[in-house]
């Protein structure tokens, strides 16, 4: 068998040329770059769409747009932002690093990879396409809480629902495929035990995604059948219950919350070890605490519903779980911490956005707690409270995540280096507009601004004209990291494979050549 | 751009004190209203002590991490040491953070026990959501009526400058006996709203099909503000809620008021009503509850909100019409007005829509009395 392989012509197995090396490539280096291009471009039209609802909210009144429209500014911004920018970006990570990582030539199945990624554009294609309708697109928060998204709904829900479906199977696929790998093509010697922490955070995140897609189809399925097959599951007059749709909506949305912020967690951690000199901290307890967060996530789902009227031992269940969720997540940030600890610390850029992650994540870490205790949270419950809260943990958290990896991981993947000076200048604006932008939104949510408002009392005007130059300064400052990526594409200083030092030791992709071949680790590497 | 220096002038002032101004006053424009009730002021408390443990151990972590990062940089020569566990370490800080969680869970259960009850009030209302206004029902007294938004179109287009309570007033608020237990029961007619009143503590989702409890007890006369906090469709910004709460007697003369009221809308069913009289009636009422979708024009907005002008129903059809009205349309938001509005109510804007506009003239004009609505009612009881 080997000599067969050892017979074959390399030189052949370079790219197809032009269109068709996108649309029929098999190579989990170039369906990565898909998956994180079409993340950046979903990254600027859900961008877009945050900037009209800041506008529309700069000062009170209605002065850009009306009503129906920001109600579909603000779903659409959400959908995209959940399902187009941050689970695409970490799958792209994942089809370029996992094979790296665990020193496999490829993914497990590289067609049905293909496919997973083509059925996006797709997905989004159709929803996006439901603006341009005469009814307008889905306008009722990306949770579509029915009866509004279903009796109340425009027709165009149906193109929704599709949608989702189409998502949700691009997601199990990528799931099938990224476990399958884990499991049979890890390099001979890595143990499950010895996985970098991001293969390890994928593998969680998979299984996740399995368990809670087709409970996500199922609903919008119902949502289906009640809209055009006269069923009546959430139609109270036909003998429904509106409030299991959010029973069913949330046992899929409380474990997809985490979803968006696990393959963060496998990321920072990298790269907090490269650029303090020293193996991550606690390793398997990091394992322990994704796993724990995992299983956790499922038996949490009702904190996002304690208004909807629940019996009181309900109640105190669901906020003694979620507070729960806090000892495994405070055991990883103790983790990062004494990661830090005795180090020998320097500070590029994906370092900065790994240090800013661990804080500002923390930051949204304890206002989820204080959502958490039931009383306070009839407080802050629906309220820009709720809305700092979890940009906190996916902006500043998943997002930060996703730039820190792209900065880290850039040299490998293109052989350049991309410019220091702008990727801290590109830092050091984003971490002060996120935070004048995001931070502000707790206190005008204590002090009793609602979500999903168009237009607020007076009381507020000073915070949200503070908050909409904020996202105005953040959302200009990402075409900077657009421009730095390219420009790292193009040209800079010739990576070396080991491109940070010491990084050598940490994990197999830094033993590759800067950018790696083409198909790489065609001999699996002996792991000891 | 003088706007944005205005609010920049002000920010560079605030800044400086706006942690201080959150530790130290108690009610403020950035932190949680303390509000009335003796639930909202635990509530305010627990929310406090919660905020602090957070500081607390936020303060501890990050203190410990900075100075890491400064400590330990590499360009100040630090050699990174080669420690990768501590067992006991990992184990100290999974209980600390235990013991921190169940020293939070203990108030929080006992704020949760005393906020949650739900046995009968002194005085029970019935909340039902309506897209967008809330109705509200006496249950002893069986008087009701709705309350709208009260701040003007122009005022939202910024064509005259906005009031004090600009979108935090409404046409006829909630009134309620102070000290006294008053029991909500909350419900949604259409979609889901959520009826919240901050200085009560109070916030609970109206759902149809579903009646929700929620009770409070006002210690002193006030009025007191508060919003729709569950998306339920265009003008969820736009049906505040307000209440009022009042010494007893003058809360007993609100409702012998509502009583007479009520009579005397009942006296106006059997009386004969003029074109006129309905018109008027009819164009007050249609700006009111109608408007929003159909708009002031009755062009609507096609094709969610269908238009009333040339439409074939109201030139032509008036059984047709009045059936709408009654039962709404399903699968739509034309909601069901039968049983929220009077025969007078709901028979003027039937008559108003038939002949306002160009319909007059295009349709066949017929007058719809409050007599042809009970004449529906007993058709359909039948």
């Excluded at chain 2, 809620?241 to 003058?250: N, S």
Aim: hydrophobic share 50%.
């Amino acid at each position: 068998m080997s000599t067969v392989v050892e017979t074959h012509d390399h030189g052949h197995h370079g790219p197809a040329k032009g269109l068709s090396r996108w649309l029929f490539t098999t190579n989990h280096k170039d369906i990565g770059t898909l998956y994180l291009w079409f993340s950046f471009i979903m990254l600027f039209i859900g961008g877009a769409m945050a900037m009209v609802i800041r506008a529309e909210l700069f000062q009170p009144g209605l002065q850009i747009v009306q009503p129906e429209f920001f109600n579909q500014m603000t779903t659409n911004h959400g959908l995209i932002m959940v399902f187009g920018v941050i689970m695409p970006a970490f799958v792209g990570l994942a089809n370029w690093m996992l094979p790296m990582q665990i020193g496999a030539p490829d993914m497990a199945l590289p067609r049905l990879n293909n496919l997973s990624f083509w059925l996006l554009p797709m997905a989004f294609g159709i929803l996006i396409s439901t603006l341009f309708m005469p009814e307008g697109g889905p306008n009722f928060g990306w949770t579509f809480y029915a009866p509004l998204s279903t009796t109340y709904a425009p027709s165009t829900v149906n193109f929704f629902i599709f949608s989702v479906h189409v998502m949700g199977v691009s997601s199990i696929l990528g799931s099938i495929n990224i476990i399958t790998t884990i499991f049979n093509m890890r390099a001979p010697g890595m143990t499950l035990m010895k996985m970098p922490l991001f293969v390890w955070s994928w593998l969680i995140t998979a299984y996740l995604l399995i368990a809670v897609m087709p409970v996500l189809a199922g609903v919008v399925t119902m949502m289906l059948m009640d809209i055009n097959f006269g069923t009546s599951f959430f139609n109270a007059a036909g003998g429904g219950d509106p409030v299991l749709f959010q029973h069913v909506f949330w046992f899929f949305g409380h474990p997809e919350v985490y979803i968006m912020i696990l393959p963060a967690f496998g990321i920072v951690s990298h790269i907090i070890e490269t650029f303090s000199r020293k193996p991550i901290f606690g390793y398997s307890s990091m394992v322990y605490a994704m796993a724990s967060i995992a299983i956790l996530s499922f038996v949490v789902w009702a904190h996002h519903m304690f208004t909807v009227g629940m019996p009181l031992a309900g109640e105190l269940f669901f906020m003694y779980s979620t507070m729960l969720i806090a000892i495994p997540t405070g055991v990883k940030v103790f983790n990062w911490v004494a990661t830090m600890f005795r180090g020998s610390i320097t500070f590029e850029t994906p370092m900065l956005f790994s240090i800013a992650f661990v804080a500002l994540f923390t930051i949204g870490g304890f206002s989820g707690l204080m959502l958490a205790i039931v009383p306070a949270d009839f407080q802050y419950h629906d309220t820009y409270f709720v809305v700092a809260h979890f940009h906190y943990v996916l902006v500043p958290g998943a997002l930060f995540g996703i730039i820190a990896g792209a900065y880290y991981w850039l040299p490998k993947w293109t052989g350049n280096m991309y410019d220091e000076t702008l990727g801290k200048l590109h830092f050091w604006l984003t971490f002060i507009s996120v935070n004048v932008t995001f931070f502000p939104m707790h206190f005008v949510g204590l002090a009793g601004m609602p979500r999903r408002y168009p237009d607020y009392a007076l009381q507020f005007a000073d915070f949200n004209a503070l908050i909409s130059v904020g996202a105005f300064m953040f959302g200009l400052t990402q075409l900077l990291f657009l421009f730095i990526v390219i420009k790292t594409i193009r040209s800079g200083k010739q990576a070396e494979p080991e491109v940070w030092e010491g990084a050598g030791d940490l994990g197999l992709e830094w033993t590759l050549s800067s950018p790696p071949p083409y198909h790489s680790f065609t001999v699996q590497p002996q792991v000891k | 751009m003088a706007y944005i220096k205005k609010v920049f002038t002000k920010f560079i002032f605030v800044i400086p004190f706006l942690f201080s101004s959150l530790i130290f006053s108690e009610s403020s424009d950035y932190n949680m209203p303390v509000g009335v009730t003796e639930v909202s002021e635990s509530i305010f408390e627990l929310h406090m002590v919660i905020f602090w443990i957070c500081v607390v151990i936020g303060v501890i972590v990050f203190s410990i991490m900075f100075w890491s990062l400064w400590k330990y940089r590499k360009s100040k020569g630090a050699v990174a040491a080669d420690f990768d566990d501590n067992f006991w370490l990992e184990i100290g800080w999974t209980v600390a953070a235990t013991l921190v969680l169940v020293w939070m869970a203990v108030p929080s259960t006992q704020v949760m026990v005393e906020a949650y009850d739900d046995a009968e009030g002194e005085i029970n209302i019935l909340i039902t959501g309506h897209q967008w206004k809330w109705h509200y029902e006496y249950l002893e007294d069986e008087v009701g009526f709705f309350s709208n938004l009260s701040t003007s179109q122009e005022q939202i287009d910024g064509d005259v400058p906005k009031g004090e309570f600009y979108l935090r007033e409404v046409d006829e608020p909630l009134v309620i006996p102070t000290n006294t237990r008053v029991r909500f029961l909350i419900t949604g007619n259409d979609v889901i709203h959520s009826w919240w009143v901050p200085d009560f503590a109070v916030k609970q989702d109206a759902i149809p099909g579903f009646i929700n409890t929620a009770w409070t007890n006002v210690p002193e006369p006030g009025i007191f503000r508060g919003a729709c906090t569950e998306l339920c469709g265009i003008k969820h910004a736009f049906m505040p809620v307000v209440v009022r709460a009042v010494e007893r007697d003058e809360f007993d003369a609100f409702i012998a008021e509502k009583v007479a009221l009520a009579e005397e809308e009942r006296l106006l069913t059997s009386k004969v009503w003029t074109k006129d009289e309905l018109m008027e009636r009819g164009e007050s009422f249609y700006a009111t509850n109608c408007s929003a979708c159909h708009q002031a024009n009755g062009q609507g907005i096609p094709p969610v909100f269908p238009a009333l002008v040339d439409s074939q129903i109201a030139l032509s059809d008036s059984s047709r019409h009045i059936e709408i009205l009654m039962e709404g349309v399903q699968g739509s938001a034309m909601a069901a007005f039968g049983d929220s509005y009077s025969e007078v109510d709901i028979a003027s804007v039937i008559t108003y829509t038939r002949q306002a506009w160009s319909n007059g003239e295009n349709g066949d004009g017929v007058i719809v009395t409050p007599q042809d609505i009970v004449a529906y009612k007993n058709r359909i009881d039948l």
